[in-house]
């Protein structure tokens, strides 16, 4: 088995910087093409014309956006100075799992890299899993990374 086109998301969690790595790996080892994307999560006040009177909401988006831009931007030089080939890419309002499976199915990736946060209990009833989501929503192998390095 050889995979050729693996796509990574990641946030600004350690266990994300633990799936770069694992990935890393994978693409020294088969000569993948690297795709690192973030999600900027659905806005629940996108809907009411909010923005208007709230501009701490606006800058805080756009802080979340740069953020994300930074962190892909670093992500993409270690790759790149590692001699892989990378590619960076942030979605915007959709749910983490619906943006991760939609650009997996534009890019013909072949495995989707990802961390776990292993929430347990409430807190994985409330804040539910986007790993979870993603591995049984996906019709390609799913790599789960649940330990930090």
């Known amino acids: 088995m050889s995979y050729k086109n693996i796509l990574v998301p990641v946030d600004d969690s350690p266990i994300s910087y633990a799936a770069i790595e694992h990935a890393e790996a994978l693409a020294k080892a088969f000569g993948s093409k690297i795709t690192v994307m973030s999600v900027l999560s659905v806005d629940p006040l996108r809907s009411i014309d909010f923005y208007k009177v709230a501009p701490a909401i606006t800058d805080y988006v756009l ?7 930074g962190r892909l931007n670093d992500i993409q030089l270690s790759f790149q100075n590692h001699g892989l080939e990378v590619k960076t890419l942030i979605i915007r309002s959709v749910p983490p799992a619906t943006g991760i499976l939609n650009i997996a199915e534009e890019i013909h990736a072949d495995l989707i890299v990802m961390g776990s946060h292993g929430r347990k ?13 993603v591995l049984s929503l996906s019709h390609i192998p799913v790599l789960i990374v649940k330990t930090a390095v």
Not at 63 to 69: D, M, V, Y
Not at 121 to 133: D, H, N, P, T, W
């Open 121 to 133: 209990g409430f807190r994985k009833f409330i804040l539910g899993s986007v790993a979870q989501e």
């Open 63 to 69: 802080e979340a956006e740069q953020n994300a831009q």
